[in-house]
């Protein structure tokens, strides 16, 4: 029997038949997929996402053909609805949710074994910018819970050697973000500005870090949402598509 849905929550299909519950608390963006894709793991890997929030990335990872994840979220509610999405989509086995802290994982997750850790942090430090009364929406989007230090620390804990950590922020916080992993031995490798179209500043940044590599970052080419015309992009389209169908 599918798990019963709550007020306000609706079932989004992740590929082909994964149903992932969302909810105005729990729910996700642009961001999210453009992360997804970005850090895009092997069948095989080692993966496990911080700050799950609903779970779209597992979820995506999931319907895409890895098989399995783990997923760590602080909030009792946005676990307890990523459950029952597992459940309603038969990946209760390929999914381990860790309801809990991120500075305190040991006995909870292996470290040194995870080929991939993602986490789509909160966008604003504790102090700047207008709190929610919220909280939820103030968890996602204001550092509360975890600062960006403490997200890299938590993140090279669980990785191994020459493991990836891929993290997405507006841009205004590269400077910060590539200070923070490297004072957590997380090189930066690889970093992709995403912009609406070309021509127009960048809303954000894909970066991913390596444990214990050797210096040296790789500037992808820009990613453009649209065209110059306002259509989708080809580029925008292909992270749609993982999302939304085989």
Request: glycine residues 8%.
């Amino acid at each position: 029997m599918e798990p019963a849905l709550l007020p306000n929550e609706h079932i989004e299909t992740i590929g082909s038949r994964l149903q992932l519950i969302v909810s105005p608390a729990h729910t996700f963006g642009t961001d999210a997929l453009l992360l997804a894709a970005f850090s895009a793991p092997k069948p095989t890997a080692r993966v496990c996402d911080l700050g799950t929030g609903c779970g779209i990335l597992p979820f995506i990872w999931l319907s895409g053909g890895l098989q399995k994840a783990a997923a760590v979220e602080l909030q009792p509610a946005a676990c307890d609805q990523l459950r029952r999405s597992a459940r309603l989509s038969g990946v209760e086995e390929r999914l381990t949710v860790v309801e809990g802290d991120l500075n305190d994982l040991r006995g909870r997750l292996p470290f040194g074994v995870f080929d991939l850790v993602t986490m789509n942090p909160p966008y604003q430090k504790t102090g700047h910018g207008a709190m929610s009364p919220d909280p939820a929406r103030s968890v996602a989007r204001h550092e509360t819970a975890a600062t960006l230090p403490e997200i890299c620390a938590a993140a090279k804990k669980l990785l191994k050697f020459g493991g990836s950590f891929c993290i997405c922020l507006r841009p205004e916080r590269l400077a910060e973000a590539i200070c923070a992993m490297e004072a957590h031995t997380l090189t930066p490798k690889r970093l992709r500005f995403v912009s609406q179209q070309p021509g127009t500043a960048p809303w954000l940044f894909l970066l991913e870090g390596k444990k214990g590599r050797k210096p040296g970052l790789t500037a992808e080419p820009d990613f453009f949402m649209q065209n110059p015309d306002g259509t989708e992009s080809d580029a925008w389209r292909a992270v749609l598509g993982n999302y939304g169908k085989d």
